[in-house]
């Protein structure tokens, strides 16, 4: 899988993560818009990030989130992008 940047490159989840790392990346914010529209975000350390979440994405309790299923549905994967 690849990431493909603002520029239109692509890149590898793997190389993101080493940009990261090597950019001093202490937490990855992770947004993206409920189903109202409005803007949703959740943070994890960097350490958490690992190259299959690109593919298997990330869980999360969207409970509190509008159109998103109650926390005793489970949780809800997010998979990230480099932008």
Request: net charge neutral.
């Amino acid at each position: 899988m690849a990431v493909v940047t603002k520029g239109g490159s692509k890149t590898s989840p793997r190389e993101v993560i080493e940009r990261a790392k090597a950019e001093g990346v202490e937490v990855v914010d992770v947004r993206f818009i409920d189903l109202p529209g409005t803007w949703q975000h959740f943070s994890l350390p960097l350490g958490e990030l690992e190259e299959d979440s690109f593919v298997t994405g990330l869980g999360f309790d969207g409970s509190s989130i509008r159109g998103f299923p109650a926390a005793t549905r489970g949780s809800s994967p997010r998979r990230p992008r480099s932008t």
